[in-house]
Structures are given as structure tokens and as C-alpha cells.
């Protein structure tokens, strides 16, 4: 389901970076201002080993979406503690509709994990969640998709707990 387009989408809003002007719009389109004043698009194409679109500003490489993080949800775009989740897991998704800032804690309960292993001394499938650095066993399961499910719900109850603080 593709939604609605409003003109506020389209709006470009003007920006500085390190001495850089820019102006982006929530659909996630961005450009920079050149030394003549002119406006040149930055193609948002895949350009770094990870799959993202980076943007270099007086040498410094910047993600584009932390770029618009910056201009839509006041980020700090050089803040390594703060991270951004694409909702739709597409890096090149830059609208503001599918970023969500994270921090290093949070950001892994929405990857996606397989959350157990498999003990061959017991012959089961051991879940394990971390959470704050601190990695917790849950009860053995004798099949994978138990051990999964097991894993899901800690990970959906972390979650709810994180979000409702």
C-alpha cells in the first residue's frame, strides 16, 4: 500500500552541516548548495559496502538518513550513540515516514535474529536475549520454533517495556 502524498511532503526546508547548505523534504530527497548558489541533487543511490546512501560534508562521510534526521527530528548526525532504523529494512527509504532514531540498545530488538542456538550436549535449542549488555538464557526447547517463539515473546515483552518508559 503506497499512502498519500500531501503538498507539505514536497516542501523543502533549508540547513546547515558543518558549514554546508542543504535543503531536503520528508519524501527524502536532498540537496546542496553548490559555491555558485545553485541547488545540485544528491542522487540517493547505494555508494558505501552496507547498502547506504552516504554524503560526504567537508570530508566527512554522513548517512542520508541521519542527514534527515538532523533536518526533520533535530538528530545530531555525528551523535554515534544514536542510530537509525529503517522501518521497511530498505537503506535507500530515506523518507522521514520510515526512519525511526535508536539508540545502540534499542536498535538491536528490531533486527532480525534467530534468538537461540543449539546446545549439542543437551541436544536442545537454547534461547537467548541480551538486553543493556546482559545476555540471558530462557528455558531449553527440544525444536527450533519453539526455541524462536520462546525468544520473540521476551523480545515483544522488552519492547513493550522499552517504549511504555
Same mark, same amino acid.
Not at 113 to 141: A, F
Given at each position: 500500500?503506497?499512502?498519500?502524498?500531501?503538498e507539505?511532503?514536497h516542501e523543502w526546508?533549508e540547513?546547515?552541516?558543518?558549514?554546508?547548505t542543504?535543503?531536503?523534504?520528508r519524501l527524502g530527497d536532498?540537496?546542496?548548495?553548490?559555491?555558485?548558489?545553485?541547488?545540485?541533487t544528491i542522487?540517493?543511490k547505494?555508494n558505501?559496502s552496507?547498502?547506504?546512501?552516504v554524503v560526504?560534508?567537508n570530508k566527512k562521510q554522513?548517512i542520508r538518513?541521519k542527514?534527515?534526521?538532523?533536518a526533520?527530528?533535530g538528530i %545530531?548526525p555525528f551523535?554515534?550513540?544514536?542510530l537509525?532504523?529503517? &522501518?521497511d529494512? $530498505? =537503506?535507500?527509504?530515506?523518507?522521514i515516514e520510515?526512519l525511526?532514531?535508536?539508540?545502540r540498545q534499542?536498535i538491536?530488538?528490531y533486527?532480525?535474529s534467530?534468538?537461540?542456538?543449539?546446545?549439542?550436549?543437551?541436544?536442545?535449542y537454547?534461547p537467548?536475549?541480551?538486553h543493556n549488555?546482559?545476555?540471558?538464557?530462557?528455558?531449553?526447547? %527440544?525444536?527450533?520454533?519453539d526455541?524462536?517463539?520462546?525468544?520473540? &515473546?521476551?523480545k $515483544? =515483552?522488552?519492547i513493550?517495556?522499552?517504549q511504555?518508559?
Amino acid at each position: 500500500m503506497i499512502p498519500e502524498r500531501t503538498e507539505t511532503d514536497h516542501e523543502w526546508i533549508e540547513f546547515k552541516i558543518l558549514e554546508t547548505t542543504l535543503k531536503a523534504n520528508r519524501l527524502g530527497d536532498l540537496q546542496r548548495q553548490m559555491k555558485s548558489n545553485r541547488w545540485k541533487t544528491i542522487e540517493n543511490k547505494p555508494n558505501h559496502s552496507q547498502g547506504y546512501n552516504v554524503v560526504l560534508i567537508n570530508k566527512k562521510q554522513v548517512i542520508r538518513g541521519k542527514i534527515l534526521a538532523y533536518a526533520f527530528l533535530g538528530i %545530531d548526525p555525528f551523535d554515534k550513540s544514536m542510530l537509525v532504523f529503517y &522501518k521497511d529494512d $530498505n =537503506r535507500l527509504n530515506s523518507s522521514i515516514e520510515n526512519l525511526d532514531p535508536q539508540t545502540r540498545q534499542t536498535i538491536n530488538f528490531y533486527r532480525n535474529s534467530k534468538g537461540y542456538y543449539y546446545d549439542k550436549w543437551n541436544k536442545k535449542y537454547v534461547p537467548l536475549i541480551t538486553h543493556n549488555g546482559e545476555s540471558k538464557k530462557l528455558t531449553p526447547c %527440544d525444536n527450533a520454533e519453539d526455541a524462536h517463539h520462546l525468544y520473540m &515473546k521476551e523480545k $515483544n =515483552r522488552i519492547i513493550t517495556t522499552i517504549q511504555k518508559s
